[in-house]
């Protein structure tokens, strides 16, 4: 009994210092509500995918291209995220979402440990990292991926030469991670990568890793919609829709643009000093550029970086003694952390933060019908949380794409034929911020005020 358990202490001890980053972090993303806009919409998926146990593969919720198809590849990420909601409310999918992030944490701690880097050049690496990912850390499928990148970055790292039983974990990954989101082409093309350093590098020994690429490329198409996943993340790195924030490119004065271009001169500089290594240059290149097309993929470099960055420092910054936790306290420190990230989740918020959205317009949007206009950004949350009003326009920009986008944005800033397109799609309501030019506008042409937020966030009008 005690010969079993000692493998267990092993793995805990020596895990002990990423179980307790993972915790820490844990218990500040458990604590912070939900604001997403997305979040709405793909909770209304998965809600519908539950309660009719078939995917949803055209539109219902608007009014603009209901009846369209569009692509159903994140549909178990949605389920997920439907369930947990099921199961706990609002703060089920908080703890979702603070389970993956701290997933990330725990890995991201893993590959910034490489070569027994000490705590206090690969805490602040690991702090850095995960300050970049924050802008991501939105309840959505995408967090899956921000979970098993690094996952699968530590694994394939970790991994001697030649054949590995770790890498028979790839595949199963994969597989998993194909329907969760479509970060998994990222996924793919890291592994391609690897191999094909593993076969430059070690010749035939490289050959265990090329052959279970092969296998996560084939089990890839295990998805409902292989080809549309595929085409809908080629169109977001090839076109990024620019109006999103997340796509646009890095901006340094924001603090995660500032600390992810403190990453790129950090190992700019330390490979000047200090040379590095093919799979660094085969790797962290892509991704730098990938970076560079829009600031949601800064943290895909800044988490590859830090595999490399933390023996790097290490070998620069001369040698210094600093303290270090007795092995025999590092297990029931750590211990102590994953207790108090459990106990934290009874208090995760049991509601979203709804500042942003009109709330209050809710009750009189529901006791009329007709097209409703409304702005971009609350297009999720009427599809929640008023389902029986087809919104215009909602955050699945793909589907607006080509027309209906378009469209939108000539109204509610008065270009020319805005009138024109009023009468196209019947218009007879609309919900928008009271600063745009047509809500000005159609106040002055007769259209009634409905009601109205007194901040001054939102106002809803009536053709007369």
Known sequence: MASASRPLRAALSGNAYPLAVASAVFIIAVGLPSTDSDTYWHLAMGRWMLDHREFLRQDIFSSTVAGTHFG????????????????GGWA??????????????FFVVRLARRGETPWWISLPLVVAALLVSKITWTDRPLLFTLALFPAMLELVLSSPAGFSRRLLVLPPLFLLWTNLHGGFLLGVAVLVIFAVESILTNGRRGLPLVLVAMACIAVTFLNPAPLELAGAAREDFLHPPRFLTEFL????????????????????????LRGGSLVEALLLAPLLYLAFTAQRQMLFFCFAATAFLGTRLHSLIPSRRAFELPPPVRAPVALVLVIAAVASAFAAPARPDERAYPAGALEALRSDSGVLLNEYDWGGYLIFNLPERPVFIDGRYVPYLGGVLDDYRALVALRPGWQDLLDKYKVNEL??????????????????????????????????
Do not use: C, K, N, Y
Not at 253 to 271: E, H, N, Q
Not at 450 to 460: E, K, P, Q
């Open 92 to 105: 089920g999918v908080a703890i979702l979402r603070a389970t993956l992030i701290a997933v990330s944490a």
């Open 249 to 272: 490119p890095p901006d340094v004065v924001t603090p995660a643009g500032a600390l992810f271009a403190g990453f790129v001169m950090l190992v700019i500089g330390s490979a000047l």
């Open 431 to 464: 919900l928008l911020r009271p600063q745009r030019p047509l809500a000005v506008a159609l106040r002055e042409d007769g259209w009634r005020v409905r009601t109205s937020d007194r901040d001054g966030r939102w106002i809803v009008l009536v053709r007369p």
């Open 72 to 87: 159903i590849g994140e549909w178990l990420g949605q389920l997920a995220f439907a369930s947990s909601f099921a199961a």
